[in-house]
């Protein structure tokens, strides 16, 4: 049978579009099954909307890892995250979450090991030489002890879920120095962001030493501290565990780009190594 012009152009396009969708496949995305670890700073404490059945782990719908799961087609999700963790109590609480099949981690750790809340509540109570000595001794800590917790994690981690990509969060400054702000001192204020500072290098060492993804949110927060005028984190609040943590706007506008670029770089990596094998 002879087929007219209009036909043959017809066929000629269902032909191509059936061959654009035949090699269109290999394309298509992998699957994205992503588990959110870590400490307060993940969960949400301080953002407010918590989930009832997080109990005190405090799991905030405002919370970065959230905020992301929302924006993004993802198989799976998992929010293992909660408040007060340390790097031992993600080990033995929270990497049940992970499998061969987990394709992105996100975590914070590490402020609860060098003693965080302690930190913060020597410099609020007590005198200045008091505050630069206990923030001398958690950076000490964060120098001698807490690089080999965190390599003992990562190495949990990447064991539980060998094909995953981690992102490593970090903790912004608490404070931008000003001439004048209610609260702290100058120097205490100084001093708290130097451990933020020391916190970020160690981290971010022992993120490379694992082959992991390390997403520093200082300069996503950098204007927005406390005493900016622009703060996205909670000075001294009722309840008291909300001190110091970021609030919603936070999440959604500091350490939600931060994961979302660090993501992004993270699975498309994962996608180049998947095309070449």
Request: hydrophobic share 40%; charged share 15%.
């Amino acid at each position: 049978m002879r087929l007219s012009r209009p036909c043959l152009a017809v066929f000629g396009a269902l032909t191509i579009a059936a061959g654009s969708i035949v090699w269109s496949a290999p394309a298509s995305a992998a699957a994205t099954n992503y588990v959110a670890l870590g400490d307060s700073y993940s969960s949400g404490t301080g953002a407010g909307n918590y989930d009832p059945d997080s109990g005190s782990c405090k799991r905030s719908a405002n919370a970065y890892p959230n905020l992301w799961a929302a924006a993004n087609a993802t198989d799976s999700y998992r929010f293992a995250a909660c408040s007060g963790a340390t790097t031992s109590s993600v080990s033995s609480g929270q990497l049940g979450a992970l499998s061969s099949s987990t394709t992105l981690v996100s975590i914070t750790v590490g402020g609860n090991d060098a003693g965080f809340s302690n930190v913060m509540q020597t410099c609020v109570l007590q005198s200045t030489s008091t505050c630069q000595n206990r923030v001398a001794q958690a950076e000490s800590y964060m120098r001698n002890t807490l690089p080999g917790r965190l390599d003992s994690l990562y190495a949990q981690i990447r064991s539980r879920a060998p094909s995953a990509r981690v992102v490593v969060l970090g903790y912004p400054r608490l404070y931008t120095i000003v001439d004048w702000c209610v609260g702290l001192g100058n120097a205490k204020r100084t001093a708290l962001n130097s451990a933020a500072d020391t916190l970020a290098g160690v981290t971010r060492q022992a993120a490379d030493r694992a082959g992991f993804t390390w997403s520093d949110v200082r300069d996503e927060f950098a204007g927005h501290e406390l005493c900016s005028g622009d703060d996205w984190l909670n000075a001294v609040t009722l309840p008291i565990e909300s001190s110091y943590h970021p609030t919603a706007r936070g999440h959604r506008l500091g350490y939600l780009p931060a994961f979302n670029a660090s993501a992004k770089t993270a699975l498309k990596a994962e996608s180049s190594a998947r095309n070449a094998g």
